[in-house]
């Protein structure tokens, strides 16, 4: 986990600080410098939408934003007198080179981000699960980069396949993120633990599990992978899966009949999960082999395909209370 951190600084704080600084430097002329802010600005956009931002805070990617463009503008100005064109010699050619790598690099990540919105075919559509907060969606979207759960397409995961356009979702502290610490241990420091969870739609309870423990980070339970959970079944070919749960916190028996807003139980850290958060994910059936042996369905959440780096906001209003 030491290593996940440490990861996630050096991509959000460590290498846009050294890609701003060298933006600040001045080039041999006025094109190659344009060339490098083209490049450090498609890796800025990258970063800003695809960047693990709940880690420090969510705030912080604005202000990633408002570095580059002073520094841009830093840039631009002392480079205002430069001659537009110069040729590179030999040495020189390194960084026009790592220019437009980096330019490719990000740009990847903007076309990615780009597909990542495009709503998959015939999405079913429910009501967002949570209320009374700022929920962030911590990986979502209809690509790998911006959605990890697209590597169940993979033959050898195919059992977990009902996943595939699942969401993973934390709640946002004011302060932007999710728990008070980088990495705390205590399942009480996280704020979305205990929250509660109602049901996005109308429909009947198909499927519970709640006995597993709730795990201490970084610990997971990679067997039974959803953990506790609640599997409600919202149309004949539509079944949605929240996953997570809370230890004997459900409220609601497979055959029960709820509507949306029904309060469901509460957010946990049970099964494979790093920390505290809420699974959502939609599929054709119950599964089999797992409970997430089925064919995957994409969800909108009234009309909305969220992405990572989204936050879901709702009031308390049209809920059953706990």
Known sequence: MTLLLVSTFFSLVVVPLLALYWLARRSSCRLLWGLKAAAVGSYVGATFYMGAWHTLSYYGRYGLLALFVATAAYGGWRMRHQRFWIRPDGWQWTGPVLAGLLLLLGGAGLWAVY?????????????????????????GGSQPLMNPHMKVGAPELHTWRGQLWGLDVVELYPSGNRATGLYPT????????????????????ADVEETLPDLTPPARDTARKAGNYVMLRCAPDAYVLLAHLQHRSLQVQPGDSVSTGTYLGRVGNSGNSWEPHLHVSAQDSVGTSTILDADPRPMTFDGRFPLRNDVMQRGAEETQSP
């Open 186 to 205: 205590a399942l009480d420091r996280y704020a979305i633990f205990r929250t509660p969870v109602y049901a996005p739609c109308s429909g009947t309870v």
């Open 115 to 139: 597909q990542s919105h495009q709503i998959p075919d015939d999405p079913v559509n429910v009501t967002f699960p949570l209320r009374d907060g700022a929920f962030y969606v911590a990986s």
